[in-house]
């Protein structure tokens, strides 16, 4: 079968003081894609090397960048490389297992990834020989470099925004006023960041 398979790679992990409490972060994480995003996942997402690497199949794009800014928003600021290569899989019985897959899309990522490494990217991808493939690629990148450098404040605004729908119910969760929130959102660059996101839903229902 041909499938969507994205590889991640924690960034400096040996460095990682705390390695059991990051490792509860990055479970709980996964199992917040896992559920959130079942009907989407063809293989579920999992830890396959210590702390280091772990990786999900899709069934289509749809749901990348929101599954990339679930598991960076959990375990922020840990900063994670993410690849995602589509081709083909092959597999036995248990097919929603990625440890028992592998085939061209599982190569094809993981050499991918590396090269992700030696350019400092967040996230690269290959779908096809498609311009618009490596537009929505840049336009992630962009994407996540802008939320990783908002501030611990902005990032809880945002965050209490993203989860309540309304800047007033965003404002009583945290306790400030309305005006604060909406300043907030427009000084971490938030707002322009949400339009290019609808665009980017778009763009991808293209693919």
């Known amino acids: 079968m041909n499938g969507l398979v994205v590889l991640a790679d924690v960034v400096r992990s040996r460095q990682i003081e705390h390695r059991n409490a990051f490792h509860t972060e990055l479970t709980t994480a996964l199992d917040t894609v896992n559920t959130r995003y079942e009907g989407q996942l ?19 794009l749809r749901s990348v960048y929101p599954i990339l800014v679930t598991v960076l928003d959990s375990v922020r600021p840990q900063r994670i490389r993410f690849a995602l290569a589509r081709g083909s899989i092959t ?14 899309a599982f190569h094809r990522a993981a ?3 590396s090269t992700i490494e030696s350019e400092g990217l967040w996230f ?14 840049d336009e992630i990148n962009l994407l996540l470099e802008l939320r990783y450098r908002t501030t ?8 209490a925004y993203e989860e309540t729908g309304t800047q007033t119910a ?6 400030v006023t ?24 778009a763009r991808i229902e293209q693919l």
């Open 111 to 113: 050499d991918l990834l």
């Open 124 to 137: 690269d991808m290959e779908i096809s020989q498609s311009g618009i493939g490596r537009a929505i690629a």
């Open 42 to 60: 063809t293989a579920d997402f999992k830890i396959l090397k210590g702390i280091d690497e772990f990786g999900g199949v899709l069934d289509s």
């Open 178 to 201: 309305q005006q604060t929130v909406s300043d907030t959102l427009e000084r971490s660059g938030w707002k322009l960041a949400q339009r290019v996101e609808q665009r980017l839903d």
């Open 152 to 159: 611990d404040r902005e990032f809880q605004t945002i965050r």
């Open 91 to 104: 597999s036995d019985e248990d097919e929603r297992s990625i440890a028992r897959m592998d085939g061209d």
């Open 170 to 175: 965003a404002a009583d969760r945290l306790d």
